[in-house]
């Protein structure tokens, strides 16, 4: 064990002197490293942790006593932080300097609003270097030069026009100017440069000041920029309105990606519009490829392949298919000579099919940014692109595939008419606009795909039976559907972790105890578990939000999800803290389970930032943990029929709205799932005859299966079951 000393001056000293005892837990943030002076006296740490000023802070955690045997479970050494040492009690207050009284060899805070920037590249030592200009009121243009080893540390800047905060730059001259660096405390927020925008900071810090004066300082900022036209009028291009020989700045979606060779890889990227000019086709090894591989001829035609070199192509390999991406100073080119992945054949024939590059180098700010799903930017191109018909869902051939075969077409069965259709009450009831006459099944089934019918019909069967089955796991970023691991394998997983007992250093942000399992039978011995606490959330009073457990069985953890909010299951491995395999829940939230894809997940423990939330959800703790979380979804086969024909449909993008609850309560909630088997009884009794089947109103959208010798498939779409159901009528 290794010792340091901490030195403490002025009322903080005095402060935690009268504050702490021998024994307690100390925790130190805001303080400076400084050379020992007594390294060769005391034989401790050759290095001093000094604490003074402000921004100065400690926190004092006294052990709890012993607890009674028979008193309630609780967390045994600290459990929460008891005592705050610290000269902040009131907000800090910051002192802002204006670009034009800017003097050389000052650390200063300030300010500005960019006015060109470049994304962060390698510079020739560890770090990374952002550069950029930023300016204010006074008209003063100042240049920036920011070195960090994180990326995540540097300036999220999207577009000319934003506001940048930073606080602890350096001013030097350079070339008679006076220039900003970056020195040590350095910290940086931006905002976006809109009018009216929400004031969302965007920063890595997991804490940082902003209070109402902030507010007003980006707001005057946005005024003054868009009154001195600093904004562009059009911050990116649609691919439906670029030129050849263009250079523009795109914001898309990226599909799927592939390398050319060592200084080239391929970005297939779309943003829901379509260009007005012939795109080049280059193609790939399919087993190259990161992503899909094909896609649907409609969604083709949208997308359009970037070629990106040199040192972009280290950025590349970072991105991952579902990633939404703004890609700076790319260039429409014509022709096709010199691009790679190509045909002898195509470079002959496709001379004139436009080409997109974003050649090597960071002039003119060229580069690529991965841009958060919250943008504004990003939740437009959304709503673009979830516009298109096919491709928010499933792709069609997997829906196939999770059915081993395609629908097939049964004979069709007798024994009612459309007549006794049309004058009797329905169980459902539509909720689109679409104005299309209703239509019999065998005319549904002549009908092309892309079409929307509206039909009146009785539930033939369903599949699966048990309805447990038709819950499924659904990943938004790659498109893969899976069953939900059941009990058995889960509580496998579990056990195999819980018997992993050896040594482990937990990571330095938490503190670390142990907790009793509740409702143990009376006479068996206690059973402690490891649990492991964020001093982040601790320090800011959300003690149990949040709660790492080690070594319990599903059963345990299931058991405890009941007194805590949030429990996240982690065992050892190779001495450190990890999360348990993928195919295990990674978080505990009373009865609901959450699960990551185990394809599209970053995952490694870190320290969930809750700064300025009042609560913490899965979300939150999915991306800390990078998790990409997995969307519980319902889907079932239905076949339908009327007095012409049968007809098998899928149940899926809809299924919430058709049983009118979601997913996630099916999947945690008894009764829930007990209505949805009450609600398909209803509209298909076991043994019932076809009789005494109530009548269907439902929005049909058909559409080409991919992969399965062009297959039409069917989902209802825009149609929830009636509640409470209608007692039917007899034929008039």
Known sequence: ??????????????????????????????????????VHKDKLHPFNLLLSGDDACVYVSRPPPPPDPGSPPAVKRSSALSTEVSRTNKAPKYTYVRLDDLKAGSVVNVYGVVVFFKQPFRSRGTDFCSSLKITDQSNQKISCTIFCEKLEDHPKIFQVGDIIRMHRVKTQLFNDSVTLVNTFGFSVVTFDGAVGGPVEPRTSSRSFHFDPSDRRTVEELRSW???????????????????????????????????????????????????????????????????????????????????????????????????????????????SSKVPGLTS??????????????????????????????????????????????????????????????????????GFSVSDAETVECST?????????????????????????????????????????ALKLYCSKCSSMQDVPDD??????????????????????TLSGQVDVPGDPPGSSKRALGVHLSTQLMSEGKT?????????????????????????????????????????????????RYFGCRQCSE?????????????????????????????????????????????????????????????EDVAANQEAQNSIRQTMDSLCPPGDSNGERPWLDLCLTAYRAEGHEGETCYQICHTAVTDPPPTRSAPA
């Not at 702490?20 to 007594?38: L, R």
């Not at 263009?246 to 990606?257: G, P």
């Not at 799903?373 to 692109?385: A, F, G, H, I, M």
């Not at 991306?623 to 969307?631: C, I, S, T, Y």
């Open 603 to 663: 995952a490694a423990l870190r320290e969930p930032c809750a700064e300025g939330l009042e609560l913490i959800n899965q979300e939150i703790i999915a991306e800390a943990l990078g998790v990409q979380l997995l969307q519980f979804v319902l889907l079932m086969k239905l076949e339908l029929q009327d007095a012409t024909d049968t007809l098998d449909v899928f149940l899926w993008r809809d299924a919430e709205l058709f049983f009118r609850m979601s997913a």
């Open 345 to 414: 054949s195509q470079s002959e024939v496709e001379v004139d099919h436009l080409a997109f590059h974003l050649h090597g180098g960071t002039a003119y700010g060229r580069g690529i940014r991965v841009l958060p799903e919250n943008s504004p930017d990003v939740q437009e191109l959304k709503r673009v692109t979830e516009a298109f018909p096919e491709d928010d869902e499933l792709n069609d051939s997997e829906l196939l595939e999770i059915w081993s075969t395609p629908p097939e077409t049964p004979p069709a069965i007798g």
């Open 488 to 509: 058995e394998l889960v509580a496998g997983l579990f056990s195999e972790a819980s018997r992993d007992s050896g040594p482990c250093s937990p990571p330095p942000w």
């Open 544 to 592: 149990k939000e949040l709660v790492f457990l080690r070594g319990s069985t599903l059963e345990e953890t299931c058991r405890l999800a009941s007194s805590y909010p949030n429990i996240v299951p982690v065992r050892s491995s190779g001495g450190h803290l990890t999360l348990l395999d993928l195919s295990a829940p990674f978080l505990f939230r009373g009865r609901k």
């Open 225 to 335: 920029a868009a009154s001195q036209a600093l904004l562009p009028q059009v911050p990116t291009i649609p691919l439906s309105a670029v030129q050849p020989k263009s250079y523009f700045d795109l914001t898309c979606q990226l599909l799927a990606k592939a390398p050319i060779d060592t200084t080239c890889t391929l970005l297939r990227v779309w943003d829901g519009t379509r260009c007005p000019h012939t795109l080049l086709k280059v193609i790939v090894e399919p087993n190259a490829t990161e992503g899909p591989c094909s896609f649907s001829k409609k969604r083709e035609e949208l997308i359009a392949n970037v070629l990106v070199y040199d040192n972009h192509v280290e950025f590349a390999k970072q991105l991952k298919p579902g990633d939404f991406l703004r890609i700076y100073n790319l260039r429409a080119i014509p022709g």
């Open 1 to 38: 064990m290794s010792s340091i000393n901490v030195v403490l001056l002025g009322a903080l000293a005095k402060d935690f002197n009268q504050a702490v005892n021998q024994g307690d837990v100390v925790v130190a943030s805001g303080f400076t490293v400084g050379k020992s002076p007594t």
């Open 429 to 469: 009831e539509r909720s689109c606009g679409h104005g299309v006459q209703p239509v019999t099944l065998s005319e549904v089934k002549r009908s092309d795909p892309g079409r929307v019918h509206h039909v009146r019909v009785r539930l033939r069967s369903y599949e699966p039976r048990r309805l447990h089955q």
